[in-house]
């Protein structure tokens, strides 16, 4: 059971927008702790697509938006491609277990 | 751009020792503000990050691995190791190495290169 709950998966049609939810407690994201997101594509490493809450790193599309409230957080991907298939994550710090990376249990992303 | 490599034995012996070394190239292990981790994959399932050193030596880890790992660092070659003791099949994963940005207090971390991945399995 992840600290973190994600959905386990979301799908939409090319060009559509989806969100995938990241739901903490008052020990990590409730705490002000910033969420990162990263996606992992079919037997890749992960890779940072979000940090900060709302930041992407240099060369992530801005179709890629996060967003932060109270004890969740969220992933919009709006222009829905096919090479967005990939499982995603989101990660955060959670005091009361002293885990400085804790992630949530991914969610597999599939384009119809 | 930063670059991680894993390496080590692919396959360990339950109750033996796991060890892997990260090779960085294309920047510095001394680099300021930066931690260097390990993250685990088990099998069909989330990340676990284990834990993560700074080039002075200082260590943190994941306090429900504390037990049996060690991570060290070698900054005359530029790497970093980890040693996870006791395995048991429970610890068959993708082992990631990754290098860790410092957000600041109240931010928490995160992890923004990492290495390809290496397949652990423990069996006898």
């Known amino acids: 059971q992840s600290v973190l709950t994600q959905p386990p998966s979301v799908s939409g049609a090319p060009g559509q927008r989806v969100t995938i939810s990241c739901t903490g407690s008052?020990?990590?994201?409730?705490?002000?702790?910033?969420v990162h997101w990263y996606q992992q594509l079919p037997g890749t490493a992960p890779k940072l697509l979000i940090y900060g809450n709302t930041n992407r790193p240099s060369g992530v599309p801005d179709r890629f938006s996060g967003s932060k409230s109270g004890t969740s957080a969220s992933l919009a991907i709006t222009g829905l491609q096919a090479d967005d298939e990939a499982d995603y994550y989101c990660?955060?710090?959670?005091?009361?277990?002293?885990?400085?990376?804790?992630f949530g249990g991914g969610t597999k992303l599939t384009v119809l | 751009q930063v670059q991680l490599q894993e390496s080590g034995p692919g396959l360990v012996k339950p109750s033996q020792t796991l060890s892997l070394t990260c090779s960085v190239s294309g920047g510095s292990i001394r680099s300021a503000g930066y931690y260097w981790s390990w993250i685990r994959q088990l099998p069909g399932k989330g990340l676990e990050w284990i834990g993560h050193i700074h080039y002075s030596g200082s260590t943190y880890y994941n306090p429900s691995l504390k037990s049996r790992v060690t991570i060290s660092v070698d900054t005359s070659q530029n790497q970093f190791s980890l040693t996870l003791t006791s395995v048991t099949s429970a610890d068959t994963a993708v082992y990631y190495c990754?290098?860790?940005?410092?957000?600041?207090?109240?931010?928490?971390?995160?992890?923004?290169?990492w290495g390809q991945g290496t397949l652990v399995t423990v069996s006898s």
């Open positions: 008052s020990s990590n994201i409730g705490a002000g702790y910033d």
């Open positions: 990754a290098r860790t940005v410092n957000g600041g207090y109240g931010h928490g971390n995160y992890f923004d290169f």
């Open positions: 990660q955060s710090y959670d005091t009361s277990l002293s885990n400085l990376g804790v």
